[in-house]
């Protein structure tokens, strides 16, 4: 079996931390370099319910999408929330590594799982990394689709191939307009209006959208816009991760068992459509 630190060598491999934004926080959290790893749990956030999960798996490392602490911390007191996610992974002895901005634009990143899980071929990056020669890493993703699909068909796709949440996907936009090429960004999408706009996407499927930039960007033009759950655009991501680690586990000998957390961490719980909205 091998030890955090090597586990978390390859982990830094795929997702230096270098990459992440400035004002990002990635990387191990809770962990002993030298403590042996075994089960590895993949999940997009580090809650109760996905650190309860990892006990209950025996896991020896939990990898998340988002940060425990992104803005720093005096207390780890089990009185408050994280403090009991910490409290609760080092009574098991499991350590908590992030892959945030690091990981949504490596190559292959999240938007490039999002894009899988959708069937979509992937062109290019959306907001390309300038330091990248290849041109394959960056945010978001230029999609194209050899078959073209209208608006409703791809948001319904979006629906059956996202995992279930309560908000599903909501379009904004002509239903029966024809989509030949398509921007994806996994979680929160609204900054890169002016990025989809000069890709020539004919509609755009991330998360978060807020009513002013969503309203701004379609009195620009006629842009179609797909939102889903935050949590369910970048749980692709757990999968895409975990058969990286499983690849790797295999080229280095090691007998790692990786798991993706089943467990539904959108923060929204349900939906009532208004009665006589348009479906
Ligand atoms: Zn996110």
Redesign the pocket.
Known sequence: MPRLSEVIAALEKLWPAERAESWDAVGTVVGDPGQEVGRVLFA?DPVRETVDEAVALGADLLVT??PLYLRGTTTVAASTFKGRVVHTLIKHDIALHVAHTNADTADPGVSDALAGALGLRVVRPLVPDATDPAGRRGLGRVCALDHPLTVRELADRAAARLPATAQGIRVAGDPDALVRTVAVS???GDSLFDHVRAAGADAFLTADLRHHPASEARAHGPLALLDAA?WAT?WPWCELAASQLDEISDRHGWDLRVHVSATVTDPWTSHSPSPGAPN
Do not use: D, I, L, N
């Open positions: 997009v999408h988002h996994g979680g929160s935050h970048e």
